[in-house]
């Protein structure tokens, strides 16, 4: 019998709390801390509403929820890990019913967000009575200062950022920004994986992230741009590095493993912080590969739980879980989803005794499903094989290279150590991890992808290693550092850490020059003399401080941009509320073909803020813009602005079956063609 939410808020009947609480407790924070900020820093500028932030909340709240939940009463008692593992992804995507029907979403999202989050909430506190109050209370600090730092480090990057609104409507946004949002708006909206820029045009690209984001706007009520911004922070970094301590906790039988959960959790963000001394942090800002490492993490304990041969779980039912996870890693990110398939192929073949065989029949089912994503998802096997360079990712990217490489190989000599003396479930977790470590380490090595890709490759070795690493030392140390003072020194070590690292070192800094720099883009655009120069304490204060009168006066000053006025004019005209309409912008509107610093970013405005797409949505000839083959530009023929007159752009418009054609012929005034009045009238 299924036990209700009621019965899974008991206390659980054990001396010590499970070590998950700690996880629970620091990223319900980080969470809040997140929503927070975001929440005071957006107040002044118009939107979104406060309550907004109360509701994306309820995604992380109830995703952690649901796996506490599930691991104390389940996974830690011997059950099937299976169950667990879908019921959190199922609560991920829920949101994604707002799809469908926006009303339906709410009343589906509402009672079980809320009833798992205070049955999480009860639960933990029920359980923490029996600990120190220290213990909880480091936590709620420890979430509270990750949540500020990350919210620091993110923004410092200025891809979905909490000014994204105002960077994308004055021309000086990231353009991933606004590439990945057009792709979310044309999904959720069209059904159509495209940019929009004319037409519909297929692009090939992986679409689950675009998917999940562009419906978690959807269920908030936010435009796409705001719901990256709110999705990625407040959702998709804390549910992160709460499946990193869920998969150290459970990637070994209950009890064999780290108890400790504050040192399980700060120890493994210790580790992701000295790696990313020296690395990137791509999976701060890459919605789709953040996504995919957190179905990716939440997967390495049932690969676990697979190899154990003593366990009587319906290794059918396993399988079936684990096919879908993989798929949904496919769809997000390919590299990740390839890695993940390469390990499980291992691991399934050690079971099945290793023949040749076996290792045909399953081998070949994997390799066709990772080569059909590569021709859906992939640009093409004609970049693949001009990717082919062999150390060329090595020699052009060290810092997304080495401390990868670096972590890989201290993944194999402990993969190696484990085996050398584990149980027969150890041994064959150990091949697995170094199989993905394989996996993870060739393509950095063979092939130079532009942009620097190898990194989604190389990165999730470097994820692997932090689990295994921990779940297999963790216990040796503990029993070297029993002191309870232990995880508040990991803590000082991670903030110097931190303070030694560039990126992190520099993002207060950042942030600030961010906020300067919108503020002269706006004073340029509107004809204004340059402002005074500001210190980065004074331009922390205006941006960070409750209500501060300068975004107040941000606020009012972007209006007079030009990317607002053109935003203003469309809006005005209705082409929100159009069901299959697109957008001509001619080539005489030069005020809109200028609106951002860099030209590329011009054809990709309307869809990424408005969610409509173009018709010759490229820019003008004349101005001599490059297409970018990363940005899929190249896929598109005859796309450059021109003159047309409304006979054409309906005999365009009626190829992707648009009725309605919204001409914008200066950034304020706009005017509305119904194809099906002008067919009449020829």
């Not at 110097?496 to 690292?501: E, N, Q």
């Amino acid at each position: 019998m299924a036990k209700s939410a009621a019965d899974l808020a008991q206390p659980l009947a054990s001396d010590r709390p499970s070590a998950i609480y700690f996880a629970a407790i620091f990223c319900w924070t980080m969470a809040a801390v997140s929503a927070v900020m975001i929440a005071i820093v957006r107040w002044p500028l118009g939107s979104p509403h406060w309550f907004v932030f109360v509701k994306a909340f309820l995604l992380p709240g109830a995703v952690i929820a649901c796996a506490t939940l599930f691991t104390v009463r389940r996974a830690e008692r011997g059950g099937a890990y299976s169950a667990l593992l879908i019921s959190t992804i199922a609560v991920i995507f829920l949101p994604c019913v707002a799809w469908l029907n926006g009303p339906l979403a709410d009343v589906v999202t509402y009672p079980l967000f809320v009833s798992l989050l205070v049955a999480g909430l009860a639960q933990t506190a029920s359980a923490m009575r029996a600990a120190p109050v220290r213990r909880w209370v480091f936590a709620v600090a420890c979430g509270c200062l990750a949540g500020f730092g990350y919210f620091l480090v993110i923004n410092s990057r200025a891809y979905a950022s909490v000014l994204t609104p105002e960077l994308a409507v004055t021309g000086i946004h990231q353009l991933d920004t606004i590439f990945h949002a057009s792709i979310a708006n044309m999904l959720v909206k069209y059904g159509a994986l495209s940019t929009g820029l004319d037409g519909l045009v297929p692009i090939k690209y992986h679409g689950l992230s675009h998917i999940w984001l562009g419906c978690v706007s959807l269920w908030l009520g936010v435009p796409t741009l705001e719901g990256y911004m709110i999705g990625g922070q407040v959702i998709a970094v804390p549910v992160l590095l709460f499946c990193l301590s869920l998969s150290i906790l459970l990637l070994r039988r209950p009890g064999e493993g780290p108890v400790d959960g504050s040192l399980i959790t700060v120890c493994s963000l210790l580790l992701l912080c000295v790696a990313d001394l020296w690395g990137w942090t791509s999976y701060l800002v890459s919605e789709s590969y953040c996504l995919a490492l957190i179905l990716y993490l939440l997967s390495l304990p049932l690969l676990a739980e697979i190899a154990d041969q003593d366990l009587r779980h319906r290794l059918s039912l396993q399988l079936s879980v684990l096919a879908i996870a993989g798929l949904l890693i496919l769809l997000s990110k390919i590299s990740v989803g390839a890695i993940l398939a390469g390990g499980a192929g291992f691991m399934l073949w050690r079971r099945t005794g290793m023949t040749p065989s076996s290792l045909l029949k399953l081998a070949v089912p994997l390799l066709l499903l990772v080569m059909v994503a590569i021709a859906l998802i992939s640009p093409g096997t004609e970049m693949l094989l001009e990717a082919l360079s062999p150390f060329g990712f090595l020699l052009e990217h060290p810092r997304g290279a080495w401390p990868n490489i670096a972590a890989i190989l201290i993944l194999l000599g402990a993969a190696f150590q484990v085996w050398r003396s584990g149980s027969s479930r150890d041994k064959i977790c150990a091949e697995v991890v170094a199989v993905i470590a394989i996996a993870s380490v060739i393509p950095t090595l063979l092939i130079n992808v532009p942009g620097g890709s190898n990194f989604y490759f190389a990165n999730v070795g470097t994820w692997t290693a932090i689990v295994f690493v921990c779940a297999y030392g963790g216990p040796s140390f503990e029993r070297m550092f029993p002191n309870p003072l232990t995880p508040g020194f990991v803590v000082s070590a991670i903030l110097l850490v931190a303070l030694a690292t560039e990126e992190k070192r520099k993002s207060v800094y950042k942030v600030g020059e961010m906020f300067a720099a919108l503020q002269a883009r706006i004073r340029l655009t509107t004809g204004e003399g340059a402002g005074a120069e500001t210190t980065t304490r004074q331009r922390l204060i205006a941006l960070l401080t409750p209500g501060h009168p300068a975004r107040y006066a941000l606020a009012n000053d972007i209006k007079r941009t030009p990317g607002r006025q053109a935003k203003d004019t469309l809006l005005a005209a209705g082409v929100t509320q159009a069901l299959r309409a697109a957008v001509f912008v001619p080539p005489d509107n030069l005020a809109f073909w200028n609106i951002a610093v860099e030209c590329r970013a011009d054809p990709l405005f309307v869809p990424a803020i408005l969610g409509a797409p173009m018709l010759k949505g490229f820019n003008p000839l004349v101005l001599k813009c490059p297409k970018e083959p990363n940005y899929g530009f190249t896929d598109y023929k005859d796309a450059n602005s021109e003159p047309l007159s409304d006979q054409q752009l309906c005999k365009r418009a009626d190829f992707w079956k648009f009725d309605t054609v919204f001409i914008l012929e200066t950034l304020a005034t706009a005017r509305k063609v119904r194809c099906g009045e002008v067919g009449r009238q020829q």
